[in-house]
């Protein structure tokens, strides 16, 4: 289930439109783990080098999901690190796709482990261009090749848009079998 306080008329799984905190501090203690991406623009180079203002909700998210009291993961861009704990570093090359997309995650109330990151051996797209044969896509801003970065993240339903901030499908199911290993 996807929570967002914005309308998402193309994402294709079950979704509820409300205020993300209000609606984990409420509903929450209802499900068994908790997957939040808060807001990352306050991380995000772009939006530092723009100097825009953004709200901290990291240890805001994570105060309310410690109070919910399931286990949960928190996801962010590389930026976030200094406000993060214990950090695990996700890579797109890790899970065989045509991207780096480096993407921190938290867990709390249970054990991440640190996949081995993979060299990066492939030249990378330059930024704003499509990506070519045996290149590593950088898919922030308005790059080109929005088809082809549908098919290298694995998000067919996702506006360029929704791509230059998605976190590869590959990511969550990581996150979610090591979490499923745990309780076995």
Same mark, same amino acid.
């Given at each position: ?12 799984f079950? @979704?509820?439109?409300a205020?993300? *905190?209000? @609606?984990?501090?409420t509903?929450?203690?209802? @499900?068994?783990?908790i997957?939040? +991406?808060? %807001?990352?623009?306050?991380? +995000?180079? &772009? ?10 909700? =990291? ?5 309310? =999901? &410690?109070?919910?009291?399931?286990p /949960?993961?928190?996801?962010?861009v ?11 570093? =996700?890579?797109?090359?890790?899970f065989?796709?045509? &991207? ?9 109330? /249970?054990?991440?482990?640190?996949p081995a ?7 990378? &797209?330059? *930024?704003g #261009?499509?990506?070519? %044969? ?8 308005n ?5 082809g ?7 067919? /339903?996702? +506006? ?8 590869? %499908? ?6 979610? #079998?090591e @979490?499923?290993?745990q309780? #076995?």
């Open positions: 289930m996807g929570i967002d306080i914005a309308r998402q008329p193309r994402y294709p079950e @979704f509820v439109q205020e993300a *905190m209000q @609606f984990l501090l509903y929450g203690h209802r @499900f068994d783990f997957h939040a +991406s808060p %807001p990352c623009q306050l991380y +995000s180079k &772009t939006q530092r080098i723009r100097q825009n203002d953004h709200p901290d909700l =990291l240890g805001p998210t994570r105060e309310a =999901l &410690t109070a919910v009291g399931v /949960w993961v928190i996801e962010n590389m930026g976030a690190e200094p406000e993060m704990r214990n950090p695990v570093m =996700l890579c797109g090359n890790y065989g796709l045509h &991207t780096y997309r480096h993407r921190l995650f938290e867990a709390g109330g /249970w054990e991440l482990p640190q990151h993979p060299v990066h051996e492939k030249r990378q &797209t330059k *930024m #261009r499509r990506r070519q %044969p045996g290149e590593m896509g950088i898919y922030v801003g790059f080109i090749g929005v088809d970065a549908k098919e290298d993240l694995g998000v067919p /339903w996702m +506006s360029r848009e929704g791509i230059r901030e998605c976190i590869p %499908p590959a990511y969550t199911e990581y996150v979610g #079998r @979490f499923i290993k309780l #076995r």
